[in-house]
């Protein structure tokens, strides 16, 4: 299933080092503007003190999301409502997160009918979504589109979302650039995939490529999961019975990558180093850490749907960004995969999704 989003390819991107921008029913008490309930990942992510922050027209934001059956998506959902709760001019409208595509449509329907001031949509399928988006620009209504891109800009105001290219990329310069200090000149180097018939995970190790190349290196043993820690298990089991000797490895997804550090556990296996991927709080502690195989991660942030809110909140009261020249905010916007290591691995703890 796809967990992540197509990275926005091939359209005008604006880089961020992961700063935010100054049918299933409607679920019952849509978020409060009254209670402080930021989380820590919107803490360590949101600006504060801008003159946007300040209140100002009331607005209604729809927001749509896949279930939260993932680390990664649980966060997306929980930061949203996070950084709504911020703002007492901002009444959120969830519906209830759903893997089925129909539903979503109709949920999506429902808000248009309610006549939300913006939309805020993380599809679970771009291509299937695209119409009912398009729906919705189409009576006025501006849409955010997270991370799995709609067929067509028509469908969408301005697209936030992470970089699969530049996850696999960094990778692949961290192994590279680690392996080249070490003197390691013919290394075996592994790849544990996520699904390998999606767009991303194509982005992904092509990027990881690129990276090794710089250094003269390529992948050794490449193998597919299914972005399930079960998965990662029987797949790093089979990679470690495929190659008695191993340099480095890199695991796209850090939950799947709970099953990769479990079948190295179980072989007893330390003569290599592994990179993950999204940033999960669980690697980061192992990373801080230092007792295991794990040594770095490269980011996908999760907090890009708190990025979402405050972008569409911006639209709907007509403002653009304090940082940027111009009344208009950007079109696209694509996040930055940071490389976690031991060094810095405390600036990004606090967004990490659980």
Same mark, same amino acid.
């Given at each position: ?47 504060? !003190?801008? /003159? %946007?922050?300040?209140?100002? &027209?009331?607005?209604?934001? *729809? @927001?749509?999301?896949?279930? =939260?059956?993932? #680390? ?121 995939? !996520?699904? /390998? %018939?999606?767009?991303?995970? &194509?982005?992904?190790?092509? *990027? @990881?490529?690129?990276?090794? =190349?710089?250094? #003269? ?135 990490? @999704?659980?």
């Amino acid at each position: 299933m796809d967990k992540r989003g197509l990275g926005g390819m091939g359209r005008r991107r604006l880089l961020l080092s992961g700063a935010v921008l100054g049918g299933g029913a409607l679920v019952a008490g849509c978020t409060s503007n009254k209670s402080d309930a930021s989380t820590d990942d919107v803490k360590a992510a949101s600006t504060s !003190g801008t /003159d %946007n922050d300040k209140p100002g &027209k009331h607005v209604t934001i *729809g @927001f749509s999301a896949p279930a =939260a059956d993932h #680390g990664w998506m649980a966060a997306i959902t929980k930061n949203a409502m996070a950084q709504a709760k911020r703002f007492s001019d901002v009444h959120l409208e969830a519906v209830e997160g759903t893997n089925d595509v129909n539903a979503q449509i109709s949920q999506v329907q429902t808000l248009i009918g309610k006549k939300v001031d913006v939309l805020v949509i993380l599809p679970f399928d771009g291509k299937a979504l695209t119409s009912v988006a398009q729906q919705a620009m189409d009576a006025g209504i501006p849409v955010i589109n997270v991370d799995r891109v709609f067929d067509t800009p028509l469908a969408y105001r301005t697209w936030i979302g992470g970089d699969n290219f530049g996850m696999g990329l960094n990778a692949g310069l961290y192994i590279g650039r680690t392996l080249k200090a070490k003197g390691v000149s013919a290394p075996v180097i592994g790849e544990i995939a !996520g699904i /390998d %018939n999606l767009e991303l995970t &194509k982005q992904r190790s092509a *990027g @990881f490529k690129k990276g090794l =190349a710089k250094y #003269g290196y390529r992948v050794g043993i490449r193998q597919a999961a299914n972005f399930t820690a079960d998965s990662g298990q029987q797949v790093m089991s089979n990679v470690l019975q495929a190659r008695s000797h191993l340099d480095a490895v890199w695991n796209h997804d850090d939950d799947q990558g709970i099953g990769v550090e479990a079948a190295i556990k179980q072989a007893g296996r330390d003569e290599f180093f592994m990179v993950g991927g999204a940033g999960s709080q669980h690697a980061m502690q192992e990373i801080k850490a230092d007792n295991s195989v794990l040594k770095a991660t490269v980011v996908y942030p999760s907090n890009m749907s708190a990025s979402a809110i405050k972008i569409a909140r911006l639209i709907a009261q007509g403002k653009g960004m304090n940082d940027l020249v111009g009344a208009d905010l950007p079109s696209s916007v694509t996040l930055f995969s940071a490389t976690v290591t031991k060094e810095n691995v405390d600036q990004y703890l606090p967004g990490a @999704f659980s």
